[in-house]
């Protein structure tokens, strides 16, 4: 069965430090991968989506992620965080024969440290 | 534009009633999906439509839920005979089309509580 995990549950950075988050996921064939971030009292918004090609892509707000289908993981990563990037983030899986189904990870809560 | 919305914001009912949750999708998107979100389970799929047809219901926890869309438009989840277990977040999004690359649009969700 599909499946995605989120490590971490929770995770604190400084302003200014850089952030990854960890994404792995469980899937047959090469899944549809996306990465999507709640704030408080908000929707979900997608911050960015892999299908196929380039193994990096590049998303709003200033994030990037990595595909790397030996270790099936898919990373977020932010050079440089500010404070208002403070929320949960969720990974999701999208199987590509279930509609559009998405298979969510258990989200990772980011605190931001001033 | 407007994006997704859902009705009301927040529900607090007591156990054995039942309740209604709507969702108005992006005007033109022809793709409907509902999902729930809560402490246990996380974010899990439920449902979705194809214009106004679900083809899989799987996802749905009991049969005290169900769902219709009409009109390609509007979407209602219903719950019956609501227990505490149903307390969570509902949450709708919307596609232009069903596909798994469609970008979804979520609403700000349904706060369900169940006294």
């Known amino acids: 069965a599909q499946s995605v995990t989120q490590p971490d549950i929770h995770i604190t950075v400084s302003e200014g430090a850089s952030l990854e988050l960890r994404c792995n996921y469980s899937y047959g064939a090469t899944p549809y991968l996306f990465w999507y971030v709640q704030s408080p009292g908000q929707g979900l918004q997608l911050l960015l989506k892999y299908f196929s090609g380039d193994t990096l892509v590049q998303g709003i707000k200033g994030f990037e992620a990595e595909f790397k289908r030996s270790q099936s993981s898919f990373n977020l990563r932010k050079p440089s965080v500010h404070w208002s990037d403070a929320a949960e983030y969720f990974c999701a899986v999208g199987p590509n024969n279930q509609g559009g189904k998405l298979i969510f990870g258990q989200g990772t809560e980011l605190s931001v440290k001033p | 534009g407007a994006g997704v919305s859902q009705s009301p914001s927040n529900k607090v009912t007591e156990k054995g009633k039942d309740v209604e949750l709507r969702c108005d999708p992006i005007s033109g998107h022809t793709a409907l999906y509902w999902y729930r979100q809560s402490l246990g389970q996380g974010l899990e799929f439920l449902i979705y439509?194809?214009?106004?047809?679900?083809?899989?219901k799987s996802g749905l926890p009991s049969d005290r839920f169900s769902a219709e869309r009409t009109g390609g438009s509007v979407s209602t989840l219903t719950i019956q005979r609501t227990q505490q277990e149903d307390s969570a977040v509902y949450l709708c999004?919307?596609?232009?089309?069903?596909?798994?690359?469609?970008?979804?649009?979520f609403g700000p969700g349904t706060r369900l509580t169940v006294l």
């Open positions: 439509f194809q214009g106004n047809s679900a083809p899989d």
């Open positions: 999004a919307s596609s232009l089309v069903l596909a798994a690359k469609d970008t979804q649009y």
